[in-house]
């Protein structure tokens, strides 16, 4: 499977941005989802992870309750909505799949990748 992230930007503090990740192929909803990001100088992170039925989802306590993920299995995409965003939110986000209904918080479990998008938060 291929993905594209897309959504990035420069957003103020407080404000939101929408990320979208799309993906090729005709099983998406057997895909477990992720979304991580890496800030400059520093280890990728995990930020969101969602089921391929979109039921089960899983957050970094940094972002629990400020970002949303989503899916649109018709559209083969999975989405991150990001509110009240904060300068500490500035990263290379990347979206990530793996073919298993389970899902999980480690980049390592995760066998493809998109390209990131950046997001820069100013103060």
Not at 14 to 31: D, E, I, P
Not at 56 to 66: F, I, L, Q, W
Not at 70 to 89: F, G, H, W
Request: charged share 15%; hydrophobic share 30%.
């Amino acid at each position: 499977v291929q993905l594209q992230a897309s959504g990035g930007g420069l957003v103020q503090a407080g404000g939101s941005l929408r990320l979208s990740c799309a993906a090729s192929g005709r099983t998406f909803s057997k895909y477990s989802m992720g979304w991580f990001r890496q800030a400059p100088g520093k280890e990728r992170d995990f930020v969101a992870a969602i089921s391929g039925n979109g039921y089960n989802t899983h957050y970094a306590d940094s972002v629990k309750g400020r970002f949303t993920i989503s899916r649109d299995n018709a559209k083969n995409t999975v989405y991150l909505q990001m509110n009240s965003l904060k300068p500490e939110d500035t990263a290379v986000y990347y979206c990530a799949a793996r073919n298993s209904i389970v899902v999980r918080t480690t980049q390592n479990y995760y066998d493809y990748w998109g390209q990131g998008t950046q997001v820069t938060v100013s103060s």
